[in-house]
């Protein structure tokens, strides 16, 4: 079983619609959580971190479940721009290296 | 302030021979990491260093792969003897201090063995 699992998708989503995708961790131990933006042939680009009472970034919402293991990225009013790849990165306890997941791909269309 | 600096951005190898990825930190940055994402694939962790040391190596292949990280200069990653599946990107992050939330990656370097 793989460390961080996504649903590669794609997700296709209207322009304007909500498109929300999870990922799920196996190590219990794993203390700080991300989620990474990566465009095609491009190096990934930290979207936010995810804290356990939820975070807001503007159009972004990450949720943490420590309970199940899993995170959620939700994005509102979906922008052409926001196609991409979107990795679920975690960061094991006391560790310094990042674990990723193969990543989840939405694709935006008007 | 310069981001992460990695050069060259495309590499071209025959299998055989050595292939040398620079990585240059942010500013201020003592902290590098090296990842290895193949064709359709995850980015996999290699190797952590910091100045003159390698903290964690538990990524690296075995054989043919090393990394050093000098006093003075760039971060290296080296490949001796370059086989096909070596073709991948090599991204490297930095960070200031001695976790990686927060790293910033440099643009990558395309490695293909032909």
């Known amino acids: 079983r793989k460390e961080v699992e996504q649903d590669p998708g794609p997700f296709n989503v209207p322009e304007g619609a909500t498109v929300a995708f999870n990922c799920t961790y196996s190590n219990s131990a794993s203390q700080s959580f991300f989620w990474y933006r990566q465009d095609c042939r491009k190096e990934p680009k930290l979207l936010m971190s995810v804290y356990s009472s939820g975070n807001e970034d503007g159009r972004f919402t990450a949720q943490l479940n420590r309970a199940s293991q899993y995170i959620s990225l939700l994005i509102r009013d979906s922008k052409l721009s926001d196609s991409a790849t979107y990795l679920c990165v975690v960061n094991k306890a006391a560790g310094n290296k990042l674990t990723f997941g193969g990543g989840t791909r939405v694709l935006v269309k008007p | 302030n310069a981001g992460v600096m990695q050069n060259p951005r495309h590499l071209v190898r025959r299998r055989g021979q050595e292939a040398r990825l620079r990585c240059s930190p942010m500013k201020g940055h003592s902290h590098v990491y090296w990842y290895r994402q193949l064709p359709e694939e995850g980015l996999k962790f290699m190797v952590y260093?910091?100045?003159?040391?390698?903290?964690?190596e538990s990524g690296m292949p075995k054989e043919r792969f090393s990394a050093e990280f000098p006093k003075e200069g760039p971060s290296i990653l080296r490949i001796q003897q370059v086989v096909r599946g070596d073709s991948a990107a090599y991204f490297c992050?930095?960070?200031?201090?001695?976790?990686?939330?927060?790293?910033?990656f440099g643009q990558g370097t395309r490695l293909t063995v032909v």
């Open positions: 260093l910091q100045k003159e040391n390698i903290i964690d």
């Open positions: 992050a930095s960070s200031p201090g001695g976790r990686s939330e927060g790293s910033f």
